[in-house]
Structure formats: structure tokens, C-alpha cells
């Protein structure tokens, strides 16, 4: 069974970029994966960032951003808050009715 | 605005059948754009997809779970529901209803399902 793969954990520093990959343990993320990304803070539901790659959810600033770079999705986050601190996750679409989520990555501002 | 409301026993058995119920309110489970989902968070851990359901009744599961899962929908009550059977502690988890255009655009605030005799 394929693996979405997310960094465990990431620091960035405030006013900094980051960029955080969702990947495959086999074979390469394209935009055919329809990758979503949403973050969730300790003791709260998810909220959706991105989807489709690159649309952001109603709301969301524009210093968050995503792509395809290399064989993976990608979320760039420009100008890091504090606010940013939380866990990342994507999903990818498998094919066949399948989602699968990523691990999540734990970001840090620091 | 739309809101999905999570409901159902906090503390179940092991070998029973966990069984939750996810309310649509602000909007109708019988549109033909989305799909409605479930989603678990064992604590500390990530999230992972079980399944969702179309309004006309058509499923898709989880692979490592679809032995286990029923998914169902209730288009006259604005609902649809979660059954997991011979639940054991590892099924002990924050369980979320989410409507899933593609992705997932609106969540409720989950709801915590233990696996505990």
C-alpha cells in the first residue's frame, strides 16, 4: 500500500519561508492527486489551506501557497507568524473513491 | 452557514460496534456536488480517511478498514452515520464528519470515541 510521506517536523523562523513536501513512497505526486493541504492547532478541527495543488480556501492569506516541486506537493509558507506554530497535513487522491492523508508535520516558529 | 454536529457514545467496548451519527444543518446532505466523509485522530497521532458517502447512497471505503466500516446516509433527517465493528483500542480516536468536495471544506469539531471495557 502506497505511504503519503510529510516531513515529522519543521522550524522556521518568524518572518521566515518555509516549505513543506507531501510525497509518495512510490512513484511521484502530480496534479492528478488533487493534494489539499489543511492545518490543525492542538483541540481543533482542521482547516483547509489549499486544494486542487494550488486554490486556497476562502480566507486563507495569500502568504500561503502551493505547488508541485520535484515529485512532491508543496506548501510554501512566506513570512511566517507565530500563529503559524501547528501540525500540516495533505491528502492525496489515490484513485478509485481513496484519500489518504499524509503523517502531518509538526512546524515550529521559533 | 453550513455546520456538521458529531454524535453518539463517548465509550465503547471492545469487540462492540462504535456507532456515530454526523447532523447537516445549513445546508442539504442531498446536493449533488459533495460527498460526506469520516475522519479519525487517534490521540496524538495524524489523521486518517475512512470513508464518505453520496447522497443517492454510494460508499467509498478506506482499504485498511472497509472489512469494518458501514457508512450510511439519512437524506429525510439531514444525516449519515458511522458504524465500526469489532472495535478494538486501537480504534480509540477523535472521529470527525467532514463534507468533501474533492477536499475536505467543512468539518465538525469531532468527537472522542474511546475503546475501553
Known amino acids: 500500500q502506497t505511504v503519503v510521506t510529510q516531513e515529522p517536523s519543521f522550524s522556521v523562523s518568524p518572518g521566515g519561508t518555509v516549505t513543506l513536501t507531501c510525497g509518495l513512497s512510490s512513484g511521484s505526486v502530480s496534479t492528478s492527486y488533487h493534494p489539499s493541504w489543511y492545518q490543525q492547532t492542538p483541540g481543533q478541527a482542521p482547516r483547509t489551506l489549499i486544494y486542487s495543488t494550488k486554490t486556497r480556501s476562502s480566507g486563507v492569506p495569500d502568504r500561503f501557497s502551493g505547488s508541485i516541486l520535484g515529485n512532491k506537493a508543496a506548501l510554501t509558507i512566506t513570512g511566517a507568524q507565530a500563529d503559524d506554530e501547528s501540525d500540516y497535513y495533505c491528502?492525496?487522491?489515490?484513485?478509485?473513491?481513496?484519500?489518504?492523508f499524509g503523517g502531518g508535520t509538526k512546524l515550529t516558529v521559533l | 452557514q453550513l455546520q456538521l454536529q458529531e454524535s453518539g457514545p463517548g465509550l465503547v467496548k471492545p469487540s462492540e460496534t462504535l456507532s456515530l451519527t454526523c447532523t447537516v444543518s445549513g445546508g442539504s446532505i442531498s446536493s449533488s456536488t459533495y460527498y460526506w466523509g469520516w475522519i479519525r485522530q487517534p490521540p496524538g497521532k495524524g489523521l486518517e480517511w475512512i470513508g464518505n458517502?453520496?447522497?443517492?447512497?454510494?460508499?467509498y471505503y478506506s482499504p485498511s478498514l472497509k472489512s469494518r466500516v458501514t457508512i450510511s446516509v439519512d437524506t429525510s433527517k439531514n444525516q449519515f452515520s458511522l458504524k465500526l465493528n469489532s472495535v478494538t483500542a486501537a480504534d480509540t480516536a477523535v472521529y470527525y464528519c467532514a463534507r468533501q468536495v474533492g477536499p475536505f471544506d467543512y468539518w465538525g469539531q469531532g468527537t472522542l470515541v474511546t475503546v475501553s471495557s
Open positions: 458517502i453520496y447522497y443517492s447512497g454510494s460508499t
Open positions: 491528502v492525496l487522491y489515490m484513485g478509485s473513491g481513496i484519500w489518504v
